[in-house]
């Protein structure tokens, strides 16, 4: 059994609830920054993070295994940034399981020839043209270090459509993918002005993480190959920096000048949850550690970590943030 299904399972079981629980599934609130009255206890809390931030910022946090769950502007749209590489990811593993796609096996091979090179983040743009690159190495590469390039190939050899029909039928209504990075293959010109890479909703990313965590998102085996690829992240300095450094995170972020979202399965002592933060038409648009949106996310963790692990009392070393 996939190791975080059966802690959500146990978490069902053994939840030990703080002084005020998450709300239940439905409930939704719109937070902007004239927002003058908050909810009770936690979730009042996180609502005056969002309502502090200068930007709009959505929350959508689920307890596996319990109906509780925190949203927080969870429907409003978010553009995804590179966090769209994670329903990328998903497709690849159902086209690969289904054996019906462009390639038969993880280690099928296509050859960089510089086509889809893109510049930002990632390695494959300082490859040399020629190298051959296993769907393993591309996958690796798109989540672990958000290779730019990596996800082009990855795109073109699959298709946007098929991205786009994996989402859809898998229930999915916000969230699509609309071009490859740098615009060379486009499935909505007009989307793609408006939202960049790709659209969706802190509750759908929610939902798609979940699907991940629980062995929903493919065949076990598919599912326990993508935590894993989840967890040898690179990009580490949101989520991930607000916890504990020896708790077991999976999480994939995105960034662009106005936003910055992160998006995070978290496995700790009371059982494994999903955190989902994005921002956007953020005021501070610098790319340096104490950007107002990526200390707000780090700020969002730490806070719903000691939640959930009220003994912790858990405070990021002083120093780790230049990190």
Not at 111 to 121: C, L, N
Request: with cysteine; hydrophobic share 40%.
């Amino acid at each position: 059994m996939n190791p975080l299904i059966a802690a959500a399972a146990l978490a069902a079981m053994t939840f030990v609830c703080s002084s005020t629980p998450l709300r239940a599934a439905n409930t939704v609130t719109s937070v902007t920054s004239a927002t003058t009255e908050f909810s009770p206890g936690f979730p009042g809390e996180l609502e005056k993070v969002a309502a502090a931030h200068h930007g709009t910022l959505g929350v959508y946090c689920q307890k596996l295994g319990t109906s509780e769950t925190i949203a927080i502007n969870a429907d409003e749209p978010f553009e995804t940034a590179s966090t769209i590489k994670t329903a990328v990811m998903c497709t690849a593993f159902d086209l690969l399981d289904k054996g019906n796609g462009p390639f038969k096996s993880y280690y099928d091979t296509k050859v960089y020839d510089g086509s889809t090179s893109a510049g930002g983040s990632g390695l494959l743009q300082n490859y040399k043209v020629g190298k051959k690159m296993e769907l393993k190495e591309m996958l690796h590469l798109m989540i672990t270090v958000s290779d730019n390039s990596a996800t082009n190939m990855l795109c073109e050899w699959m298709g946007l459509d098929a991205i786009n029909g994996w989402l859809d039928a898998h229930g999915f209504k916000q969230t699509r993918i609309f071009s490859t990075i740098g615009g060379k293959i486009v499935a909505d010109q007009k989307m793609r002005e408006e939202w960049g890479l790709g659209r969706t909703t802190p509750r759908e990313m929610g939902q798609l993480f979940t699907m991940i965590a629980t062995g929903k998102a493919g065949t076990p085996a598919s599912t326990d190959e993508m935590l894993r690829i989840l967890s040898h992240q690179y990009f580490d300095g949101q989520i991930a920096a607000g916890l504990p450094p020896m708790v077991w995170v999976g999480s994939k972020s995105g960034a662009v000048n106005s936003s910055r979202s992160d998006c995070a399965i978290i496995n700790g002592p009371s059982g494994v949850y999903v955190l989902i933060v994005y921002t956007k038409n953020n005021a501070d648009k610098s790319w340096d550690n104490d950007n107002e949106a990526q200390v707000a996310i780090k700020k969002i963790s730490t806070m719903v970590w000691n939640h959930f692990n009220p003994g912790s009392h858990f405070t990021p070393t002083p120093g780790t943030e230049k990190f």
